[in-house]
């Protein structure tokens, strides 16, 4: 079995440095949903990544540190068709962290449903995807078959909205794909940014999520506090306090620990809702993905921000 099936975009950060006075850019390997992989392969979990990048230096250098990092490579694509997608990512001086992509026509957006193969599907626990395979149309016809399909092959379906406005053609409404998207999975995380940018300020769509069949809804709020939102209750759980110097992988750290986890306590879907159920079992999910979270903000990078399940012991505290 494979715990955590990553699907979408796998691409190169250039990370933005400055020294003496000039800005220099390091190449990475990135992408939210390749960053996932490797978080939980990175705590002792199994995960495969299913995406195409080019036949280029830059997709060479993706899939051998995917596969470096443990990572089950067999669905990774290279094709001579594209190039491999890049992302120039610059920080302020709190961490924070600011885009310009180079991804029109790139490899990453060409891969098709088809490409996957039902054994796959059968294989894995959980199929994690997110909404940079949606600002296309041909690559969100991928992605929602991609799916429904694993839905129909028993697999929890994970979706980190990870909103980049700059990714969408202006005459896309990211909303409505991404709400759609939403609907169709069984664990979705929003942060509260991307809630009030897509939605407005002071969105909530607790409510409407759960009725249409999310099992887990989860809102993160940088160093604030994390809301989690299932059929039965509301959790509540504060993230340690650390001094962020790159948040670039924080976001997929702290997704890539809770799937981690539910892929060692959950066997399938319908396992999920006895998951939920059983008292603290979302608490200290979150607790633990929280930590993951802020080990990734400390460091610099992608890949390499992600911790080690021993990295984590003693050095992040287990509340803020």
Known sequence: MTDVLCFGEALIDMRGETQSGRRRYIPQPGGAPANVAVGVARLGGSSGFVGQVGVDVFGSDIVSALAGYGVDVSLTR???????????????????????????????????????????LDKARIVHVCSNTLTTPDIRKTTF???????????????????????????????????????MADIVKFSREELEALFGEGADLSGNLLKEGVRLLLVSDGAGPLHAYS????????????????????GDSFVAGLLYG?????????????????PGNIEAALAFSARCGAFAAMHYGAFEALPTFDQLQGMIPETG
């Open 262 to 278: 539910l892929g060692r306590q959950v066997a399938d879907s319908m396992a999920f809702n006895d998951w939920l159920e059983k």
């Open 231 to 250: 059929p039965d209750r509301k959790v509540t759980v504060q993230p340690p306090t650390v001094e962020a110097k790159d948040t670039t992988a924080a």
């Open 145 to 183: 078959a991609m799916m429904r399909r694993a839905r129909e092959h028993g697999c929890l379906v994970s979706f980190d909205v990870n909103y980049r406005q700059a990714l969408w053609p202006d005459d896309e409404v990211p909303a409505q794909h991404i709400l759609k998207a939403a609907g």
């Open 78 to 120: 290279q094709t001579t068709e594209a190039m491999t997608a890049l992302a120039f990512v610059t920080l302020d001086h709190e961490g924070e962290r600011s885009f310009a992509f180079y991804r029109n026509g790139t490899a990453d957006l060409l891969y098709e449903s088809g490409m996957c193969p039902d054994e796959a």
